[in-house]
């Protein structure tokens, strides 16, 4: 897979993902996404409800987080998360990828929605934007400039 | 069954299975489904409901499947492994997303429920109010089989919505 020039934290560790998704292939697939950044994995969660859990044990930077899961679906979970984490970042990650889904996602606090099956470099820049959207972390080296 | 509800499902397979095999599907049959449906792989189920309601299979030949989660690992995948049915089932949650996303667009209203390994040989048969359609496409690593199963529960939101008289 394709490296990018890794995106970090203003404290220069790497930025720290949580993966939530009930497929493991979906999982697996954006845990090498996120390493190819130059993250690290720092959870995984299989739904919503364990996502809430995993969320506050582990702080991550960012969420990765899937709709349509079994016991407590994606969207759900965002508005439990911002509900106690106001500051959480959460891409949303979906194969259904319609106007009254992105829009009620968006609504819960999600920051973001990428459609699966997910494009590395649609990732990137997406997290790259949310990361700076909050001036909390930074790529090293020059913005805006991917490494081959 | 109408082809402009089949074409999002044929379309979304058609880039799904081109994004994550690198390679193309080629359409060869279609047929209708008459018995229960035998499976010739690998299968996983989608289940949808809304103003249309069904179901769609993804049935995969082994070496298919095979191929799909060796791009992902990017090393050599044993048949058994069980990423290799995890592979089947989120290729079909793909599949559908990609479709009923199209068709919403369209009008239709949908809820999709996550996919499940189909353990059984046969599936059971689409109900009597239902028509299912079989469709085989043909990949550079084996053939990928498509089950739909639907039917109208009701009318497309914008048809039933008021018309504006000038």
């Known amino acids: 897979m394709r490296q990018f020039e890794p995106l970090t934290r203003k404290d220069h ?9 009930d497929s493991v292939f979906a999982r697996k697939s954006l845990a090498k996404m996120v390493e190819s950044f130059g993250g690290e994995l720092a959870g995984e969660a299989a739904d919503g409800c364990t996502a809430i859990t995993e969320y506050a044990r582990v702080k991550p930077d960012i ?3 899937d709709i349509t899961m ?5 969207i759900e979970a965002v508005e439990r998360i911002v509900q106690e984490h106001p500051t959480a970042r959460i891409v949303m990650v979906s194969s259904v990828g319609y106007q009254d889904n992105i829009l009620a996602a968006l ?10 099956p997910v494009k590395p470099d649609a990732l990137y820049e997406i997290i790259r934007y949310v990361l700076n959207d909050d001036g909390v972390t930074t790529p090293v080296g020059a913005l805006g400039e991917n490494s081959q | 069954m109408k082809m402009d509800l089949i074409q999002p499902f044929i379309g979304s397979l058609d880039a799904v299975l081109a994004e994550m095999m690198q390679a193309p599907a080629t359409i060869m049959d279609l047929s209708m489904e008459e018995e229960g449906y035998r499976k010739k792989g690998l299968a996983a189920e989608v289940v949808f409901k809304g103003q249309i309601e069904g179901r769609i299979v ?18 050599e995948v044993d048949p058994a492994e069980p990423i290799v049915p995890e592979t089947v089932c989120e290729l079909a949650n793909m599949v559908i997303g990609n479709a009923v996303t199209q068709l919403n667009d369209r009008g239709f209203q949908f809820k999709v429920f996550p996919p499940s390994v189909l353990t059984s040989e046969q599936c059971a048969k689409a109900g009597q109010d239902s028509e299912a359609t079989i469709l085989r496409f043909e990949t550079p690593c084996g ?24």
């Open chain 1, 13 to 21: 560790q790497p930025v720290r993902y949580l993966i939530v998704d």
């Open chain 1, 63 to 65: 969420v990765l987080m």
């Open chain 1, 70 to 74: 079994p016991q407590m679906e994606g």
């Open chain 1, 107 to 116: 609504q819960k606090g999600a920051r973001h929605f990428v459609q699966k």
């Open chain 2, 58 to 75: 993804l049935d995969m030949e082994p070496s298919a499947a095979v191929k799909v989660a060796g791009c992902l690992t990017g090393d």
């Open chain 2, 143 to 166: 053939n990928v089989y498509l089950n739909i199963a639907m039917k109208y529960h009701a009318r497309r939101a914008r048809e039933r919505a008021p018309m504006a008289v000038s």
